[in-house]
């Protein structure tokens, strides 16, 4: 027999216990919240609190059972909300409306929870729920956040499994340090398998059909859009290069180009169509590009296209897409990206073009509003630098000798962003220098733009492809200087590294040299502490996916082993895990038992020096006639006789009072010598 | 192997699923709970949690959520680290056989077992054997003893059979369970027969306390009391006023001598079940009255004696009466 019969009729859930519940579900649900439409958030909380409310029952009929809502009443609710949902996201099947809806059906679920049943499942939703956070936000704070919940899971079930409300639940802190004990114990298997259990190639379903923006560049750009990409290591496309590959500086991957700027944020200009692309001369490279669905209608090339992406010979032409090119050199297809795509690409490695459009000037000047102070600087340069050249390179310089941070960690520029980053917080990721960059040229009178993309990739050595990552996204800028658009990073100014080897190299505080300049006050140095911490973080956990566990299992050599060897050797570190929390339980239990303990080890030395003790004999009975057969140590074995009796058989239930017996116990056991000399003593 | 289990010794086999599930009252007591005998499956909620973090699982790895990895993972070392701790709760301890009870058909029969904890506290252990269950806590050093009233229709010898310890604690997700198979054998009497004839005649003047000679005992007055009187006989409200030590004398029973109890002087036409019914009545009688008695039945015979262990080995040649009559 395995499982026990379900009772008929389920036993109801005490309130104690739906408080526990509710208490589990707030943890799961408000590290959520934040990710969700306001009014969802807000009644998802409001749901868990009409339970609490009822729980009190009427206070003016207080033996009344408490009341509750129909079920009914909560279908009918919960298909308002489905309904409410779709009007509100256009959609119900995707990512986001789910995440929500699930936010909802589990509060309402919550409310009309009565038996174990209910309750069992209710803590099998809070543990989706406490999952589902990550899909917005992966960063230290999103798993700080998830802790609580997941401590409270194991707290919750122990106070499920308790038969009535005995003292097991009268006191949350014995339920919830358990839980925490144990969550402590499970951590080597769960680090274990977290390293271990093979990450997925492809994923497996739903991603093209989902609706939601997924991360990705989108068609503006504000401060810290590209910071939350590096956040993800989604893989944006992969590249199958025909011949050599460029160098890492080489690599842009041209995307959306924006020149329309409002003082914030950056969006494109109408679009005008070439069909043909900037002419070049120069070897051409060709390359197969397997983009990832973005649900987007751009396909990215490499810096600069020099045809229109064809789709690759075992690819159907069927698929009903037609590629054009901007005037902007960016590549758009007719329908959006929603399903993984390949099509072969050729490009000319080269940083400037010949502008073909009169208006490319004129459009590329536009300030917008705010940012007066770098408006008002840039102008005081270029009248210094009337050359644009010098008056760029003016631009770079400072922007390499001043002190400007190349951060992940980027203070949030509210009003005047520009003028914020430039003049006050100085730390910024690529999209603040390209914003502020292409501002400065502008106000100097050079039209400039940003171009959005990817920079860099990685070669997977395995497959000889490279994969370039959401974490690759950068912004860069192009300036039309003598009828050529010409490219200048400024991240390179500041970060050269982030452009010869890519972020990895970048941001580490021994790559960012000029960041010892900052008189190394202890604020500075806990700020290059976060912002390494940071990075370790978003590399080895959050980056944690196949190609990094595969380089692992590299560098251990786990790929030469045997499978046999490898699974053998899992099972003995599994075991070996068991065994010692096991030898661990046993000995801590133990230890709590002292009395005991030294009871027993008290016996074994008397025994030794020839006095064991009789089975049937007492604590007190055994001790006088120890005392009697030592009467230099008749004291002691008192002392020990009584404390031990009033341990075992008293009634002492304050701690400290048994702690003092304990210390007597054991204080009066160290007065008696070795069993050697004991038992010459008796002789 | 064949000639091996030809000469008494159990197959391979049959050793393997002795030790796996313990069909033989093989166990000598004490029984120490060692990892040989515990077994430990998830329960319906630790599949359910299972499937939870499986789906939880497959969800992480599609959208390569890490964190989502991790939590799941997380959890899944909180519901490896609760089966260790539902093993925890149940290796070491010792379980002794304690006693089998007695009753009477349609009755139930306790059976006692001592649990000792050891020395680590044990929580929540169920003890089933038979169709009875029982269980609690256990103090660590301490010894908690459970009864299985274990429910017995019909007379005859009923073993305990094998018994389940099991626990679900920490968190229920987890049930280990270990089977111990004590000899413990309990004795089911016969149901006394309900409305039973009085008791035959016995033989007058035999009884040394009989001192009348009509059928019905009637109290005729008390004497000193003397070593040997029957508990029944004595005076016992005047033991408790402290007038001293008497015993009652009865008037009449003619009969009041020893009894002969016999199979044979029973109607042959009632069925075995009825004959043992009404001779246990007979037995309960003449031992409430106080009065010796002899029991003779197809295959044993019992001598005229009295007593509580007289009682008891008349009832239990009863309960051990064989289902047939022999012919």
């Known amino acids: 027999m395995i499982f026990r019969k379900p009772a008929r009729e389920a036993p109801a859930l005490s309130p104690l216990k739906v408080k526990w519940l509710g208490a589990l579900l707030l943890a799961a649900q408000i590290p959520q919240a934040p990710h969700l439409p306001i009014w969802v958030a807000v009644a998802g909380l409001m749901l868990v609190g009409v339970r609490f409310l009822l729980l009190r029952g009427n206070p003016r009929r207080p033996d009344a059972p408490p009341a509750r809502i129909p079920s009914w009443a909560l279908a009918l609710f919960a298909v308002a909300t489905a309904l409410t949902l779709r009007q509100s996201y256009g959609y119900i099947a995707g990512r986001d409306p789910s995440v929500a809806f699930l936010y909802i059906l589990v509060a309402i679920k919550f409310l009309e929870t009565r038996t174990d049943r209910d309750g069992v499942l209710l803590v099998c939703l809070a543990c989706f729920l406490t999952m589902t956070p990550f899909f917005y936000s992966q960063s230290l704070f999103a798993a700080l956040a998830a802790v609580p919940a997941v401590v409270l899971v194991g707290a919750t079930l122990d106070v499920l499994s308790a038969k009535d409300d005995s003292k097991r639940v009268v006191a949350p802190c014995v339920a919830i340090r358990r839980s925490a004990v144990m969550i402590l114990q499970g951590l080597p298997i769960a680090i274990l398998l977290f390293v271990l259990f093979p990450r997925l190639a492809q994923p497996l379903w739903g991603l093209p059909s989902d609706h939601s923006a997924r991360t990705g560049l989108s068609d503006s750009m504000s401060p810290g859009d590209i910071t939350e990409l590096t956040v993800s290591d989604a893989v944006a496309f992969r590249v199958e290069f025909e011949g050599p590959v460029p160098p890492n500086r080489d690599r842009y991957w041209r995307g959306p180009v924006f020149s329309r700027f409002d003082g914030t944020k950056w969006t494109a200009s109408a679009i005008g169509m070439t069909n043909s692309v900037a002419p070049a001369t120069g070897r051409s490279i060709g390359y197969t590009v397997t983009i990832e669905p973005n649900n987007r209608h751009w396909l990215f090339a490499l810096d600069l296209p020099s045809s229109l992406p064809k789709p690759a010979d075992n690819v159907q032409e069927s698929s009903g897409y037609t590629a054009r090119i901007t005037r902007d050199q960016q590549i758009l297809i007719s329908k959006p990206v929603s399903e993984t795509m390949q099509y072969v690409q050729r490009s000319v490695v080269r940083s400037s073009y010949a502008s073909t459009s009169q208006i490319d000037g004129p459009a590329n000047l536009e300030l917008g509003r705010g940012n007066e102070r770098t408006i008002a600087f840039a102008r005081e340069l270029r009248e210094a630098n009337p050359d644009p050249r010098a008056f760029i390179a003016a631009i770079l310089t400072k922007f390499h000798d001043e002190e400007y941070v190349y951060t992940l960690a980027t203070p949030f520029y509210a009003s005047n962003p520009v003028d914020g980053f430039m003049f006050d917080g100085r730390r910024g990721f690529c999209e603040h220098f390209a914003s502020a960059f292409v501002v400065l040229l502008r106000a100097g009178g050079i039209p400039a733009r940003i171009v959005t993309g990817y920079q860099g990739g990685t070669i997977n050595p395995r497959g000889n492809y490279m994969i370039v990552r959401q974490s690759d996204a950068h912004a860069w800028t192009e300036a039309l200087i003598d009828g050529q658009w010409q490219r200048f990073d400024p991240t390179a100014a500041v970060s050269p590294s982030r452009i010869e080897i890519g972020l990895g190299g970048a941001l580490p505080a021994s790559d960012i040299p000029f960041l010892a300049r900052l008189d190394g006050s202890w604020l500075s140095n806990v700020r290059l502490a976060w912002d390494a911490f940071n990075y370790d973080w978003r590399r080895n956990v959050v980056g944690f996916n196949r190609d990094r566990q595969r380089s692992l299992f590299r560098d251990w050599r786990v790929d030469e082993m045997a499978p046999w060897k490898g699974v053998f050797l899992v099972a003995l570190v599994i075991f070996a895990w068991g065994a010692l929390v096991v030898v661990w339980l046993m000995w801590k239990r133990r230890h709590q038992e002292r009395a005991l303990v030294l009871w027993d080890d008290l016996n074994r030395r008397l025994a030794s020096a020839g006095l064991p003790r009789h089975p049937y004999e007492g604590p007190l009975d055994f001790a006088k006639r120890a005392a009697a057969r030592w009467p230099q140590f008749a004291i002691a074995f008192s002392a020990i006789g009584e404390s031990f009796a009033e341990l075992r058989y008293g009634a002492v239930d304050v701690t400290r009072e048994r702690e003092a017996l304990v210390a007597t116990l054991q204080r009066a056991i160290e007065v008696l010598p070795a069993p050697a000399r004991l038992r010459s003593t008796s002789a | ?327």
């Open chain 2, 1 to 327: 192997m064949a000639q091996l289990a030809a000469a008494g010794r159990p197959t391979w086999l049959a050793r393997v699923r002795q030790r796996t599930l313990r069909h033989a009252p093989s166990d000598d007591a004490p029984v120490v709970l060692r990892h040989s005998r515990i077994y430990l499956l998830p329960t319906r909620r630790g599949w359910a949690v299972i499937a939870t973090l499986l789906i939880m699982l497959l969800g992480s790895l599609n959208y390569a959520l890490a964190l989502g990895v991790g939590v799941t993972f997380l959890l899944a070392g909180l519901v490896a680290a609760a089966q260790l701790h539902t093993f925890r709760n149940l290796a070491g301890i010792e379980i002794t056989p304690l006693s089998a009870g007695e009753t009477f058909a349609g009755g139930s029969i306790p059976f006692a077992l001592a649990l000792h904890a050891g020395s680590a506290a044990r929580t929540d252990i169920r003890v089933r054997g038979g169709n009875a269950e029982a269980g609690g806590d256990i103090a660590a050093g301490q010894a908690l003893t459970v009864t299985l009233d274990v429910d017995a229709p019909t007379r005859g010898r009923i073993a305990l059979g094998r018994v389940t310890l099991s626990s679900a604690f920490p968190f229920g997700l987890w049930r280990g369970w270990a089977y111990v198979h004590f000899p413990l054998v309990g004795i089911v009497f016969p149901a006394a027969e309900i409305g039973a004839p009085p008791l035959p005649r016995g033989f007058g003047g035999a009884d040394p306390l009989a001192q009348g000679t009509s059928d019905d005992s009637d109290l005729a007055g008390l004497r000193e009391f003397q070593r040997g009187d029957p508990p029944q006989r004595v005076a016992w409200k005047a033991v408790a006023r402290g007038a001293g030590w008497f015993s009652k004398e009865f008037d009449g029973a003619g009969g009041g001598g020893p009894l002969a109890l016999m199979w044979d002087a029973l109607p042959q036409t009632l069925p075995v079940e009825a004959r043992l019914s009404r001779l246990t009545a007979w037995v309960l009688a003449a031992e409430r009255s106080a009065r010796a008695f002899s029991l003779t039945l197809p295959r044993t015979h019992l001598a005229t004696r009295q007593g509580r262990d007289h009682r008891r080995e008349a009832l239990t040649a009863l309960a051990d009466f064989p289902a047939e009559a022999p012919t």
